[in-house]
């Protein structure tokens, strides 16, 4: 489905969302926009080029992905979903990869959605409600601001994460890279269990020790650095 040039986000959306269905969806570099078949929570697994990805809920929004331009020159990307039991997969593709990229796929769920992350060097960026979130990549790059469930980011090489939690309950915060460094906040009050696991590894623990803790904070790899607080 093409939609005019200057449509705004919210109309494409609602556009889009009346044409979805369970099948598969394919975004163009002209219309640079679908949407999810569901304000239910779901199960996404996002594949593919790197390409930033920036995660929200907002229910005010229909649930759904598009692409922003982040210059004057435009990065042609193309999104394509599927869903296979009820499981939605986002597939982003570099159209021409000869040049630098500077674009942005914005990615709505509805809260509580599960996430996994299938790319070799992302860029994520999630704020809002989430249920379950998982990566696996060689090297990520990660920030998270509002709640999840539980979060699991592996990579093979290295792992840069900020994560913020405003909200209890999370069970466990597991990170697992050749080299790691997090900061790690969690609600006024809160407790942990620490499992850090690293040859060499400089970490605060700001957060209350407890056992069992309100979350498990796991960390593994050879170099572990960072802290842990509470906000």
Avoid: W
């Amino acid at each position: 489905m093409r939609l005019p040039k200057h449509t705004t986000l919210k109309a494409a959306l609602l556009t889009l969302a009346a044409a979805a269905s369970l099948g598969a969806h394919a975004a163009t570099v002209q219309d640079e926009a679908i949407a999810f078949a569901t304000n239910n929570p779901m199960s996404l697994t996002v594949q593919g080029d790197d390409i930033a990805v920036n995660l929200t809920t907002n229910t005010a929004l229909q649930p759904g992905a598009h692409v922003e331009q982040k210059s004057d020159k435009p990065c042609p990307v193309s999104l394509t979903t599927a869903n296979n039991n009820g499981n939605e997969t986002l597939t982003i593709k570099r159209v021409d990869n000869t040049q630098p990229c500077t674009a942005v796929v914005a990615v709505n769920l509805p809260e509580k959605s599960t996430l996994g992350v299938r790319q070799k060097t992302p860029l994520i960026y999630a704020n809002g409600n989430f249920g379950k979130i998982t990566t696996d990549s060689e090297h990520l790059t990660f920030t998270l601001q509002g709640r999840v469930d539980s979060l699991e980011l592996n990579a093979a090489g290295a792992v840069t994460s900020s994560i913020h939690v405003q909200q209890l309950p999370i069970s466990l915060i597991s990170i697992r890279a050749r080299h790691l460094a997090t900061s790690i906040s969690l609600p006024k009050g809160a407790t942990a269990a620490y499992e850090i696991n690293a040859p060499f590894k400089v970490f605060e623990k700001g957060v209350p020790s407890a056992n069992p803790g309100d979350t498990t904070i796991r960390l593994q790899g050879d170099t572990v650095v960072g802290s842990a607080s509470n906000e």
